[in-house]
């Protein structure tokens, strides 16, 4: 069974800095596209950034410059190192990932992760 587990997530003041992590575990074939979305109480899911299976990358534009996503492909794990955090920044953070399991692409999901911008 394929599973994202995320971790880094916390407390920070604004101004500071996270660093988000996430791994691909159980049977598939291969990973393609690997995002962060993010989740504020009361507002819809939104994507944060991606990185392609290709090496491309993008990102919310309230986040560039300040966010970075990075992927180890032999681990099979996608970071998101946050810095210059805000509290417009606070939300729950999920991993996505399309994965193919056999002959099919599958979408999943992390269980996500809360991010805290608070002094």
């Known amino acids: 069974q394929v599973q994202l587990v995320e971790s880094g997530g916390g407390l920070v003041q604004p101004g500071g800095s996270l660093r988000l992590s996430c791994a691909a575990s159980?049977?598939?074939?291969?990973?393609?596209?690997m995002r962060w979305y993010r989740q504020a109480p009361g507002k819809e899911r939104e994507l944060v950034a991606a990185f392609s299976s290709g090496g491309n990358t993008n990102y919310a534009d309230s986040v560039k410059g300040r966010f970075t996503i990075s992927r180890d492909n032999a681990k099979n794990t996608v970071s998101l190192q946050m810095n210059s955090l805000n509290p417009e920044d606070t939300a729950v953070y999920y991993c996505?990932?399309?994965?193919?399991?056999?002959?099919?692409?599958?979408?999943?999901w992390g269980q996500g992760t809360q991010v805290t911008v608070s002094s």
């Open positions: 159980g049977t598939f074939t291969s990973i393609g596209a």
């Open positions: 996505n990932a399309d994965i193919l399991v056999l002959r099919f692409t599958y979408s999943y």
